[in-house]
């Protein structure tokens, strides 16, 4: 079986095959619509100086959790775009599960957001760019297709690749630039180096 579906495979259709034998195929124009949702969530997050990750929680084709990175403002390792989307989604649904309901996140999910994806029993989860020095959605692991555990994730990425992983690199170009010119800590210096490095999207050639 597949594990990992991914619209550039398909550019020549509207319709993405599932991964899952037998699955209901999806719509591209869908699955775009609601990535530009989650961009618009990157782009909130750069705003305030954040690594510019973002999140939207549909269900029934509503966003029902939205979700942007305040890691640095709100001084809290939990506060990645994925978990704060899940706990939006959760209110609304009134359900630790969330089950029937798809995730679109502009860059793969790390090792703790890909566990809370699993524990959310979330359906699905589209990926635009991929993380290969910290995603585990299929990079380092696929947290999110164990056999061993009692729940599995069906995946698709690629969805709009080019504008989030573009976007992101931006972001860390523009801020290198800023910091350079504000005469920046040595300590400042190496946490963006870290953090560049840790979110360095496949495909990246800046």
Known sequence: MKKVNSHTDSLSSNIS???????????????EKYMKKALQQAR?????????????????DKIIGR????????????????????????????DWRLEGCTMYVTLEPCQMCAGAIVQARMDR???????????CAGSIINLLQMDE???????????????CSSFLSSFFVDL?????????????????NNEAEECDMKGNNT
Do not use: Q, W
């Not at 991964?19 to 699955?31: E, H, L, N, R, V």
């Not at 979700?67 to 009134?94: C, P, Q, W």
């Open 17 to 31: 095959v599932s991964d899952i034998a037998g699955g209901i195929p999806y719509d591209k124009s869908t699955d």
């Open 44 to 60: 909130k997050a750069a705003k305030i100086g954040e690594v510019p990750i973002g999140c939207v929680i549909v269900y029934e």
């Open 67 to 94: 979700g942007y990175n305040r890691r640095k403002k709100d001084k809290n390792t939990l506060s990645h775009a994925e978990l704060i989307a899940i706990r939006k989604a959760s209110r609304v649904m009134g």
């Open 125 to 135: 989860v589209v990926i635009a760019a991929m993380s290969p020095k910290s995603g």
């Open 149 to 163: 555990f009692n729940h599995r994730v069906e995946i698709t990425t690629g969805v709009l690749e080019k504008d």
């Open 176 to 192: 290198r630039k800023r910091l350079k010119t504000e005469n920046e800590s040595v300590e400042t210096g190496v946490v963006l």
